[in-house]
């Protein structure tokens, strides 16, 4: 005998108080606190609970009695659907307010550390439009409506194929987009273009279960030297499977003259990344560049760059700012990239070392230094906590800063233990994540303190914030 599921309840006309944390809003009924999303402050809704706790719950809005006054119309055609603008139907500048908040109570509340005056969030000049980066995933069976699911009507294979965004919960389902806002508008037109195409020429659609079907993902990158980038996945079946690719690219190579580094990969594993396999050149070049201040940058299809251009420079302004430069510095550059902040203070330091997990970003560092003609920089290929040992330190020299830009994981205990051994007078942590932030700056609490706090936004519309934090070490 099977249990019935106990019915969660509607909750009616409750107001939604505040944004909460990864773009959901919040409500109290009774000593319960309600988290939904798409929501904004002042939002008069119902509420169908889908998950119930003893002091919590989540749900979703089943209707709007009233809709906020601070509520703004969403320019996008997907929101609500594809979940990666969370935040369009809330006014930027109460986003803003939203994420300095996150990002103070996260380093009180985990952090438990003592905090100085945090500087005003730096915001982005452009809300929409704002990427250089993009990837779009392939499906055979894309996202249906529930107006779909329930309709009598069976879809063709074709009405069934899709190009889009990865539905959150449904790791094989792929949500159509046909515009999208956060990139220049040429990106709509190439994507749109590559799913006509593939329709048109009966190229098979990705099945992420199955793993059979050709035209699997894409990656679209641009930069402020109006180069762009496009780097398409294919996964191989047949024998005619690499003619009809290179026939697809050669359309696209015609269309849109504009791509100056056309490329592409044949997967066979079982998921999307490619940083493993080799990438090739159908046309152009196999990068492209950006430029920061007089500053030139490679950035090839597995370099890691900040995907808000303008936003990464202010993000590096603030992290050159607070190590306080006077060119005599020894500075260790952790997480380096393509050694973007290592190149970018390398002047205004003695010398700098970069770390970085990922060799052919290693080698663009390399080489972002040689056209730039910075001759005082250093870089390292491996994971972070076998390469920042006692020894490298004794051979390259205790460093007087240390530039700090991990991934949202935040760093490994190794690699926080080594820097406390290495003692440098100043740590600027450069974080995506808070949380995970804040963590650290509670493990190395006893030996630095906090000077500065600054938050910039890389991302309007949603939930994410980085954070530059400046750390002094304590008089012993």
């Not at 094989?172 to 956060?182: E, F, G, H, N």
């Not at 233990?417 to 493990?443: E, F, G, H, M």
Request: aromatic share 10%; with cysteine.
């Amino acid at each position: 005998m099977t249990r019935r599921r106990k019915q969660l309840p509607l909750l009616e006309n409750i107001t939604i108080e505040q944004v909460a944390a990864e773009g959901k809003a919040l409500a109290h009924v009774d000593d319960l606190v309600v988290f939904v999303q798409f929501a904004v402050p002042g939002d008069v809704v119902d509420i169908q609970i889908t998950k119930k706790r003893h002091s919590y719950a989540e749900g979703r809005v089943v209707r709007y009695v009233k809709k906020s006054e601070v509520r703004e119309e969403p320019r996008c055609a997907h929101f609500g659907i594809c979940g990666g603008c969370k935040w369009q139907n809330l006014p930027y500048e109460k986003q803003l307010e939203a994420k300095q908040k996150q990002v103070f109570d996260q380093l009180t509340r985990i952090g438990k550390v003592e905090l100085p005056e945090f500087h005003k969030i730096l915001g982005s000049e452009k809300v929409f439009e704002y990427r250089n980066k993009l990837e779009f995933g392939c499906s055979n069976k894309r996202w249906l409506t529930p107006e779909e699911i329930a309709g009598s009507e069976e879809l063709s294979q074709s009405e069934r194929n899709a190009i889009g965004f990865h539905i959150t919960g449904a790791f094989d389902k792929i949500y159509p987009i046909d515009k999208c806002w956060l990139m220049d508008d040429l990106h709509n037109e190439i994507r749109n273009f590559i799913y006509q195409y593939a329709l048109d020429n009966d190229i098979t659609f990705f099945d992420l279960k199955q793993q059979t079907g050709l035209l699997r993902s894409m990656m679209i990158r641009n930069s402020d030297t109006a180069e762009w980038m496009l780097l398409v996945q294919f996964h191989y079946e047949e024998a005619g499977d690499d003619a009809k690719a290179k026939a697809l690219l050669q359309a696209v190579a015609d269309k849109f003259p504009q791509i100056t580094s056309l490329l592409y990969v044949d997967n066979q594993k079982c998921n999307d990344t490619f940083g493993d396999l080799p990438v090739e050149v159908f046309k152009g070049n196999d990068h492209i560049y950006e430029v920061m201040e007089d500053l030139k940058f490679k950035v090839g299809p597995k370099s890691f760059y900040q995907t808000n251009t303008e936003q990464a420079y202010r993000l590096y302004s603030v992290a050159r700012e607070f190590a306080g430069l006077t060119g005599n510095e020894l500075v260790y550059d952790l997480y380096t990239g393509t050694g973007t902040i290592a190149n970018f203070v390398a002047r205004k330091a003695k010398k700098v070392v970069g770390i970085e997990y990922v060799p052919e970003a290693i080698e663009d560092a390399k080489v972002n230094s040689q056209i730039n003609g910075i001759d005082n920089t250093l870089f390292y290929a491996g994971d972070m906590k076998d390469i920042l040992t006692d020894d490298f330190i004794a051979e390259h020299g205790r460093p007087d800063v240390i530039i700090t830009d991990p991934p949202r994981a935040g760093m490994h205990p190794d690699v926080v233990n080594t820097i406390l051994l290495a003692a440098p007078k100043k740590i600027v942590y450069v974080s995506c994540n808070p949380a995970t932030q804040a963590r650290d700056l509670a493990l190395m609490d006893s030996a630095y303190k906090v000077e500065a706090v600054q938050p910039v936004d890389m991302f309007p519309h949603t939930p994410h914030v980085e954070n530059v934090v400046l750390l002094s070490r304590r008089a012993e």
